[in-house]
């Protein structure tokens, strides 16, 4: 891969799953896959001095079920029919994005957050270099850094985070997101934290701790902590030394693929008509808009 200057990162499963959810029953079957590019196309528009990467999560059991087995095994399934009509526009958008001209990342039990902590040490070498993490998941603010030039961009709240607007926003710095999940838990995660434990008191631990370790080799940042909460961390070591492994991110993966589509008009002319996409749109919309790039790149 060439070098980048300025890069959006993308959380490609997330764009995936916003765009069928919201189109899931329309009349059109495939029209959140045509959705799904209307938004690169936005996030392009928006950003027209980055390099769009779509960041993908691994097909295969991540190593954090082989750290706790019950990891995100709380979440329902989706009924068997939208998962199959989900997983079959996944595929749709895979093909299309082989005739694309967008970087496509992923590696072999890993989630798009860490192969996002991976990117984020391969490009964020110079400070003026600009990484934008686009997602919802607050997993990724642990990747926030100003000397990297790294910020969150939350789609759905149109909102960006630096340091110190993470700061302002959870009261604590991004770095030490993992603590705070470790000692409070994480339902969508499933990790379980000290129960009941006060978000107070874990913001404050945040403030002056980076990892769960600091508890017990540097007690005094438990000196302002009620004796009752001391105990409950030093009992829940072992679980608390666990939930920290899973929540934070892996940055140092061996085997990462990389790969890129080639931009080719006649082939996305036919995958669109084979699919059922690109019906008429009487005005100026970043539907029509990606119709249009779809043309000029061809010519």
């Known amino acids: 891969m060439q070098k980048v200057q300025n890069a959006v990162l993308v959380d490609a499963m997330h764009l995936a799953y916003r765009n069928f959810h919201v189109f899931k029953k329309d009349s059109v079957e495939y029209k959140w896959v045509e959705q799904f590019f209307v938004s690169l196309v936005s996030i392009e528009k928006r950003h027209p001095r980055h390099t769009i990467m779509l960041l993908w999560d691994s097909k295969i059991s991540t190593m954090r079920f082989k750290i706790n087995t019950e990891y995100k095994q709380n979440r329902k399934d989706r009924d068997p029919e939208e998962k199959e009509r989900f997983n079959d526009g996944l595929e749709k958008v895979k093909l299309i994005l082989k005739h694309q001209n967008y970087w496509n990342i992923e590696a072999d039990g890993y989630e798009a957050d860490d192969v996002a902590a991976y990117m984020c040490n391969r490009l964020g070498k110079v400070p003026s270099e600009s990484i934008i993490l686009w997602t919802d998941d607050l997993d990724w603010a642990q990747l926030i850094n100003d000397s990297k030039g790294v910020t969150l961009y939350r789609p759905s709240k149109r909102q960006t985070l630096d340091e110190s607007e993470f ?21 969508s995660d499933n990790i379980k934290g000290i129960n009941r434990f006060p978000r107070k008191i874990a913001k404050d631990l945040c403030r002056k701790c980076c990892t769960v370790e600091e508890f017990y080799y540097n007690r005094p940042v438990l000196a302002d902590v009620p004796m009752k909460w001391v105990e409950a961390i030093k009992d829940f070591a072992i679980d608390l030394r666990t939930n920290y492994r899973l929540a934070i991110l892996y940055p140092n993966i061996d085997k990462v693929r990389i790969w890129k589509g080639n931009f080719d008009k006649q082939q996305l002319v036919e995958l669109h008509k084979q699919f059922g996409l690109g019906g008429n749109v009487d005005h100026k919309t970043p539907l029509q808009k990606y119709r249009e790039m779809v043309r000029k790149r061809g010519n």
């Open 167 to 187: 700061f302002n926003a959870y009261e604590f710095p991004p770095r030490s997101l993992p603590v705070f999940k470790s000692l409070t838990g994480d339902k």
